[in-house]
Structure formats: structure tokens, C-alpha cells
């Protein structure tokens, strides 16, 4: 059984915790327990109706205010596919919880009010999908229930969107009307809208083709720990753990070791429950090589015809995460699959108005939640590929030395 990542994205107040609420409610996908807790607060905020948005909302601050502020993360699985979904906050100062959720997802959803249409946050999410390289989008226009089930209404705002989106990378854009509070089309089919001819949004997240989105040709395993046990029955093992990025590592395959650039052949590969054959994306396994090669943390297995080239210069669309805006000459840490270095901004050619896509090339810093293009340069050569290529190897966090903060998250693309 695969696994799916799917965020959800919006403005305030269009239903993405009611919407989540009603998938694990009407999946079956929570406990008793949990039910009655979220119907007791429903209960003493004097809602008459049980709040599946509480499901999610679980910040204090959350419910008392009724938004999302944290990205809250849940798990649920049906007997076709199982599921991680991050519920990202919908206000503009948050837009950095946003794409932390979207970084590592397979599918965004972004909800849009059917009653107020796209928003400045609709576009603004719309955006971020794209240049997070997530390659599949769902536009749910929520609360068909208060716009009379209009077929005209929600044709108006697919086009809205998809003349927005046209303009950006989304390869794969479905669209569906749904009402999350009353169930429509969220697990199963409305009979309120039978103008609608398309699946239900569970049956969409069921039978989305997600395998082909993953690169098997480029093998890329960073090593993030060397296993050297001392027990006397295994002094002569050494093996080199971590996550395969991308490609197939099997055994018996030439691979190069980089940055020494020596090349051996894998020995064996070992996976949590014994010796394996192949290695693919997303597995942690320990691989072990035919001969005696200097390899530490942070650098890299790959094909000997196959390799990103070591780089200190690093261009980079940035989301910047801080309230000290980024400044050309300011030195970070940077962290990039499992290598740490150190890196300075030389320069910051513009920011991105993520709204009309516009490029402000006047600007000389990038504020919190700013995205814009980054030049940096590192202490140490990095083995970088472009984003679009690999989301693991094509992206980056920078990292605050003096509070080991987590200030901004970047991803290689060639514009």
C-alpha cells in the first residue's frame, strides 16, 4: 500500500480543518474517544452542530480564535492508499507554516469560498504549490451549500484559477465542489449537485497516479551515518546508512562516492528487516560497498556517469522564515540533505510578489515570509541538483548560527 502527502491551502475561514475533519469522520478514520471530545467542545463554545474542524485545530490559540495557526499533521488509511495530510494555516503572516507543509507533499489542496471566490491567499498558495514543484493540485471550491449548488458559480471560479495557473508550473489542476460542513463530495457523491460529473475527493485521493512523480533514473543516497559495530561477530562490518533520494541502488551497481569521486560496487544493501536487493525512494537502508572507500556524513553514493557537480555558489528561490529580514553580506548555516555549512548572501537579485508573479528587482533584503531569488556562496562544495529534477537534493534550510533557528527554506531552479 503507497502513501500519499497531500496539503491543504486557503484563506481564512474557507473550511480546510472542516474539510479534513469531515474526511477522517466520514472515513471512519477516528476514534470514539476523540469524537466525544471534539462533540463536548463543540458543545461549550454553544455550537449547535459537532465541530469536525477541532480535529485539527488543537492549539489553544487555535480554537479560541477559530483559524489554523501550526501546520497540524494526521494520518489516516483506507484499503486502497494510506494518507499523511498537513494542514496548513491560511493567514499571510503564516506563509511560512504553509510551505513547510507543502515541501515534502505529493498534493496541495486549496480551498477557495464559493461565496467570496479567489483570493489574494488562493493565489498566493497557488504559487507556492508551484515553486515547491508539488505535481499535483485539487482547487475544492468549498460551501457550494450557501451559493445554492451553482454550476455557474463554480465554473466561474475554475476558470478564474485555471487562467492563474496557466501562468504557473501546476502539471496536473482537478477541480471539484465539495461542502465540507454538509459532506458533499468530500468522501462520497452529492445527489445535490448532479451537474457534476466528475469522483468524489477521497476517490481522487485514492486513484491519483503519484508513482511516475518520483526520479528513478538519478541515483542520489546521502550518507548520514556510518555503522561500524564493535560486537565480535561483526568487527569487519562497515556500512553507510541513510535515505535513497532518488533512483534504484542495487546490488552489484558501480557507484561513485562523492565528493572523493572513487568508484567501487555495491556489496549488499541492508534494510530494517534484512539484506534487500534494490533500494528506491523513499528507504533508509545501509549500503555496503565492495571496497574500503573514506566516506563520512554529508557526502554522497551516486552513478559514475551520473553525478551533480560540487558547487559553493548556490542560486535559490528562498521563502524567507524570520523577523530579521535577510540582508546581503548576513552569514547563515546551511543545511542541505546531510551536510552542514556555513554561507553568505552576496547577492539578492529580486523578490517574487507571489500575487501578480511580478519580480521587485528594487529591493535589497527579503522580509518574514518574502520569497525572492538568493545568491549565496558556501564553505564547502555542495552536490546540488535542480529542484525540478529532485525536491531532496534541489532544496535547502538555512539555519541562524547564533540561536540554531530555522530562518528560511530554498530550492534550486533555474529561474
Same mark, same amino acid.
Request: hydrophobic share 40%.
Given at each position: 500500500?503507497?502513501?500519499?502527502?497531500?496539503?491543504?491551502?486557503?484563506?481564512?475561514?474557507?473550511?480546510?480543518?472542516?474539510?479534513?475533519?469531515?474526511?477522517?469522520?466520514?472515513?471512519?478514520?477516528?476514534?470514539?474517544?476523540?469524537?466525544?471530545?471534539?462533540?463536548?467542545?463543540?458543545?461549550?463554545? &454553544?455550537?449547535?452542530?459537532?465541530?469536525?474542524?477541532?480535529?485539527?485545530?488543537?492549539?489553544?490559540?487555535?480554537?479560541?480564535?477559530?483559524?489554523?495557526?501550526?501546520?497540524? #499533521?494526521?494520518?489516516?488509511?483506507? =484499503?486502497?492508499?494510506?494518507?499523511?495530510?498537513?494542514?496548513? =494555516?491560511?493567514?499571510?503572516?503564516?506563509?511560512?507554516?504553509?510551505?513547510?507543509?507543502?515541501?515534502?507533499?505529493?498534493?496541495?489542496?486549496?480551498?477557495?469560498?464559493?461565496?467570496?471566490?479567489?483570493?489574494?491567499?488562493?493565489?498566493?498558495?497557488?504559487?507556492?504549490?508551484?515553486?515547491?514543484? %508539488?505535481?499535483?493540485?485539487?482547487?475544492?471550491?468549498?460551501?457550494?451549500?450557501?451559493?445554492?449548488?451553482?454550476?455557474?458559480?463554480?465554473?466561474?471560479? #475554475?476558470?478564474?484559477?485555471?487562467?492563474?495557473?496557466?501562468?504557473?508550473?501546476?502539471?496536473?489542476?482537478?477541480?471539484? =465542489?465539495?461542502?465540507?460542513?454538509?459532506?458533499?463530495?468530500?468522501?462520497?457523491?452529492?445527489?445535490?449537485?448532479?451537474?457534476?460529473?466528475?469522483?468524489?475527493?477521497?476517490?481522487?485521493?485514492?486513484?491519483?497516479?503519484?508513482?511516475?512523480?518520483?526520479?528513478?533514473?538519478?541515483?542520489?543516497?546521502?550518507?548520514? #551515518?556510518?555503522?561500524?559495530?564493535?560486537?565480535?561477530?561483526?568487527?569487519?562490518?562497515?556500512?553507510?546508512?541513510?535515505?535513497?533520494?532518488?533512483?534504484?541502488?542495487?546490488?552489484?551497481?558501480?557507484?561513485?562516492?562523492?565528493?572523493?569521486?572513487?568508484?567501487?560496487?555495491?556489496?549488499?544493501?541492508?534494510?530494517?528487516?534484512?539484506?534487500?536487493?534494490?533500494?528506491?525512494?523513499?528507504?533508509? %537502508?545501509?549500503?555496503?560497498?565492495?571496497?574500503?572507500?573514506?566516506?563520512?556524513?554529508?557526502?554522497?553514493?551516486?552513478?559514475?556517469?551520473?553525478?551533480?557537480?560540487?558547487?559553493?555558489?548556490?542560486?535559490?528561490?528562498?521563502?524567507?522564515?524570520?523577523?530579521?529580514?535577510?540582508? %546581503?553580506?548576513?552569514?547563515?548555516?546551511?543545511?542541505?540533505?546531510?551536510?552542514?555549512?556555513?554561507?553568505?548572501?552576496?547577492?539578492? =537579485?529580486?523578490?517574487?510578489?507571489?500575487?501578480?508573479?511580478?519580480?521587485?528587482?528594487?529591493?535589497?533584503?527579503?522580509?518574514?515570509?518574502?520569497?525572492?531569488?538568493?545568491?549565496?556562496?558556501?564553505?564547502?562544495?555542495?552536490?546540488?541538483?535542480? #529542484?525540478?529534477?529532485?525536491?531532496?537534493? &534541489?532544496?535547502?534550510?538555512?539555519?541562524?548560527?547564533?540561536?540554531?533557528?530555522?530562518?528560511?527554506?530554498?530550492?534550486?531552479?533555474?529561474?
Amino acid at each position: 500500500m503507497d502513501l500519499l502527502r497531500f496539503a491543504t491551502a486557503g484563506s481564512v475561514d474557507d473550511g480546510k480543518s472542516t474539510l479534513i475533519g469531515r474526511l477522517l469522520f466520514d472515513s471512519k478514520s477516528i476514534f470514539e474517544d476523540q469524537l466525544e471530545s471534539v462533540e463536548a467542545a463543540s458543545k461549550s463554545r &454553544g455550537n449547535d452542530y459537532t465541530d469536525l474542524s477541532l480535529l485539527t485545530d488543537g492549539l489553544r490559540a487555535e480554537r479560541e480564535q477559530g483559524i489554523t495557526i501550526d501546520v497540524a #499533521y494526521r494520518y489516516f488509511a483506507t =484499503p486502497r492508499r494510506k494518507f499523511i495530510i498537513a494542514d496548513t =494555516p491560511g493567514h499571510q503572516q503564516y506563509t511560512r507554516n504553509m510551505v513547510t507543509g507543502a515541501s515534502t507533499a505529493n498534493l496541495a489542496v486549496i480551498l477557495v469560498d464559493a461565496r467570496k471566490g479567489l483570493t489574494e491567499q488562493s493565489r498566493r498558495h497557488a504559487t507556492i504549490s508551484s515553486l515547491l514543484r %508539488v505535481p499535483h493540485v485539487v482547487l475544492a471550491v468549498n460551501k457550494m451549500d450557501l451559493v445554492d449548488w451553482s454550476e455557474a458559480r463554480f465554473e466561474e471560479i #475554475y476558470q478564474e484559477f485555471s487562467d492563474f495557473a496557466s501562468k504557473l508550473d501546476i502539471p496536473d489542476l482537478t477541480a471539484i =465542489p465539495v461542502s465540507a460542513l454538509m459532506g458533499d463530495n468530500v468522501v462520497e457523491r452529492s445527489a445535490n449537485m448532479p451537474w457534476y460529473g466528475g469522483t468524489s475527493l477521497l476517490h481522487h485521493l485514492e486513484h491519483v497516479h503519484i508513482a511516475s512523480d518520483r526520479n528513478l533514473q538519478d541515483v542520489r543516497f546521502p550518507v548520514q #551515518y556510518v555503522i561500524r559495530p564493535q560486537q565480535a561477530d561483526s568487527r569487519d562490518y562497515r556500512g553507510f546508512a541513510g535515505q535513497v533520494a532518488s533512483g534504484i541502488l542495487k546490488v552489484g551497481d558501480q557507484v561513485m562516492a562523492l565528493h572523493s569521486g572513487l568508484t567501487t560496487k555495491v556489496a549488499a544493501i541492508d534494510g530494517p528487516n534484512g539484506p534487500v536487493e534494490e533500494a528506491y525512494p523513499p528507504m533508509s %537502508v545501509t549500503v555496503r560497498l565492495e571496497d574500503e572507500i573514506d566516506i563520512s556524513r554529508g557526502d554522497m553514493l551516486c552513478r559514475p556517469g551520473n553525478h551533480p557537480a560540487p558547487t559553493q555558489d548556490v542560486e535559490a528561490m528562498v521563502c524567507w522564515m524570520d523577523q530579521d529580514a535577510l540582508t %546581503v553580506g548576513r552569514k547563515l548555516g546551511i543545511f542541505h540533505t546531510s551536510r552542514m555549512a556555513r554561507a553568505m548572501v552576496k547577492e539578492i =537579485p529580486y523578490e517574487l510578489n507571489v500575487n501578480t508573479l511580478h519580480r521587485d528587482s528594487e529591493i535589497n533584503q527579503l522580509n518574514l515570509n518574502s520569497i525572492g531569488r538568493v545568491k549565496l556562496r558556501v564553505t564547502t562544495p555542495l552536490l546540488l541538483d535542480d #529542484y525540478d529534477e529532485n525536491r531532496t537534493t &534541489g532544496s535547502f534550510v538555512l539555519i541562524d548560527e547564533a540561536t540554531n533557528r530555522t530562518v528560511g527554506a530554498g530550492v534550486v531552479r533555474d529561474s
